[in-house]
């Protein structure tokens, strides 16, 4: 039981590429969300999922895409990447009864 | 104004301490709240969670939650070493549809230093 599993821990990227973050979960949460940790301001939710084919926009969604195609997998894409989405990345899995979030290790992003 | 602040500190105690950890939020709907504790390069882990006001124990770790005026605190007695670590307090308004959308509080850096 791994829990909740993020790819990559690192990555850089030049302005204007794009790519996926990767998150899969073996735990059954039917909520997955994905949260973004800048200094000194805490995480912020990008995107959440409350099921297969239903997602829905967090604090700051621009720039970023998601899809719940399945109970385990929950990516978020990257459009065009700025440097202003160099951050530390969270996917998270949970919110039964309790809200009991439980988190990846997270993907430290750079942009050039 | 966040709807959650908390003092990003950073806080350095020694071992033996008594650590207090504070936040303040501004929304009366929330219900669920939540202390969560991060290592360097780690994600956070669910520490405490209370419901409502009043008083939650855990081993060394006592959480508080003051509805009346929007306070909630995290204490941590015989604070040792492997206490080290960012602490994030996180709050969940009680309606239904928030399932998984906490907001959260900065953070606060805590070393404590044998």
């Known amino acids: 039981n791994a829990g909740v599993t993020q790819t990559p821990k690192f990555q850089v990227l030049k302005t204007g590429q794009s790519m996926t973050l990767q998150c899969a979960q073996d735990?059954?949460?039917?909520?997955m969300s994905w949260y973004r940790q800048d200094p000194g301001m805490g995480l912020r939710l990008i995107h959440y999922s409350v099921g297969a084919g239903i997602t829905d926009q967090g604090e700051v969604p621009n720039g970023y895409n998601v899809s719940r195609s399945t109970t385990e997998d929950f990516p978020l894409r990257l459009l065009s990447a700025a440097p202003s989405q160099t951050s530390v990345y969270f996917c998270?899995?949970?919110?039964?009864?309790?809200?009991?979030?439980?988190f990846g290790s997270g993907t430290q992003l750079s942009v050039l | 104004q966040k709807e959650v602040e908390q003092d990003p500190g950073p806080l350095s105690v020694p071992e033996g301490a008594i650590v207090s950890l504070n936040c303040t939020y501004s929304?009366?709907?929330?219900?669920?709240f939540m202390w969560y504790r991060q290592y360097s390069r780690k994600g956070p882990e669910l520490l405490m969670y209370t419901y409502s006001s009043g008083n939650k124990e855990d081993g060394r770790f006592t959480a508080q939650v003051d509805k009346s005026s929007k306070y909630i605190s995290l204490f941590i007695r015989d604070s040792q070493p492997s206490d080290s670590a960012t602490y994030l307090c996180a709050t969940l308004n009680a309606g239904g549809t928030s399932y998984g959308k906490l907001t959260f509080g900065q953070g606060t850096i805590l070393t404590v230093h044998p």
């Open positions: 998270a899995g949970g919110g039964g009864a309790n809200e009991k979030l439980f």
């Open positions: 735990m059954n949460h039917e909520y």
């Open positions: 929304n009366s709907a929330f219900q669920y």
